[in-house]
């Protein structure tokens, strides 16, 4: 897929953008935790054919963007805030759709950004408390201790749909991001911005 990679300064901090393909409408990807753009380039790719993609790496996630965290307290206003920044910053006329995975599903209900028409949200995070189930609490524990590819795909096996493998490329990600990367997950309760309206 042609594409650019831009590292530009979103809401003062350093955030990466993969961007792709063109025309009138513009979608904007916003992936969820542990997940930089470029664990999204098959759906990027599909993207691409059709609109104008940005997807970004989210700050203090693994990936391009900045490793700084973002306090707990606040942190989706901060978010909501970036995503907006983000937005204007990449968009000069619209209609803008935010499509958003787990957190970044989060981060797109918290954002207000009057150019957003649609958003799409795939497993959305913040909608309810985290509820953590016994299996994949025993597998992401044995993916945090263990560090390897196999406690990755086991982890990534629970989390898919039934009949469904997960990416070669994403079980590698996984590995490394065990290996390399405080993660943190939860981005609590969400408060849905009031914007116009949306579907």
């Given at each position: 897929?042609?594409?650019?990679?831009?590292?530009?300064?979103?809401?003062?901090?350093?955030?990466?953008?993969?961007?792709a393909g063109d025309g009138d409408q513009t979608v904007v990807v916003v992936p969820g935790?542990?997940?930089?753009?470029?664990?999204?380039?098959?759906?990027?790719?599909?993207?691409?054919?059709?609109?104008?993609?940005?997807?970004?790496?989210?700050?203090?996630?693994?990936?391009?963007?900045?490793?700084?965290?973002?306090?707990?307290?606040?942190?989706?206003?901060?978010y909501s805030q970036w995503l907006t920044s983000l937005i204007e910053h990449t968009t000069?006329?619209?209609?803008?759709?935010?499509?958003?995975?787990?957190?970044?599903?989060?981060?797109?209900?918290?954002?207000?950004?009057?150019?957003?028409?649609?958003?799409?949200?795939?497993?959305?995070?913040?909608?309810?408390?985290?509820?953590?189930?016994?299996?994949?609490?025993?597998?992401?524990?044995?993916?945090?201790?263990?560090?390897?590819?196999r406690a990755s795909a086991r982890l990534l096996h629970t989390m898919h749909a039934p009949?469904?493998?997960?990416?070669?490329?994403?079980?590698?990600?996984?590995?490394?991001?065990?290996?390399?990367?405080?993660?943190?997950?939860?981005?609590?309760?969400?408060?849905?911005?009031?914007?116009?309206?949306?579907?």
């Amino acid at each position: 897929m042609p594409h650019e990679n831009v590292l530009t300064s979103v809401h003062d901090v350093d955030t990466h953008l993969v961007i792709a393909g063109d025309g009138d409408q513009t979608v904007v990807v916003v992936p969820g935790t542990n997940f930089p753009a470029a664990a999204c380039l098959p759906l990027l790719t599909a993207m691409a054919g059709r609109c104008r993609v940005v997807a970004a790496d989210v700050p203090g996630q693994p990936g391009l963007s900045s490793v700084e965290r973002v306090a707990a307290a606040g942190r989706l206003e901060w978010y909501s805030q970036w995503l907006t920044s983000l937005i204007e910053h990449t968009t000069t006329h619209g209609p803008v759709t935010v499509l958003g995975h787990s957190l970044g599903a989060a981060i797109a209900l918290a954002c207000d950004s009057p150019l957003v028409d649609h958003q799409v949200l795939v497993s959305p995070g913040g909608l309810t408390r985290l509820r953590i189930t016994p299996r994949l609490l025993g597998t992401s524990a044995a993916w945090l201790l263990r560090r390897s590819f196999r406690a990755s795909a086991r982890l990534l096996h629970t989390m898919h749909a039934p009949g469904h493998a997960a990416r070669a490329e994403l079980v590698e990600w996984m590995a490394l991001v065990a290996r390399h990367v405080r993660t943190s997950a939860d981005p609590g309760g969400v408060t849905i911005a009031a914007t116009g309206q949306r579907s």
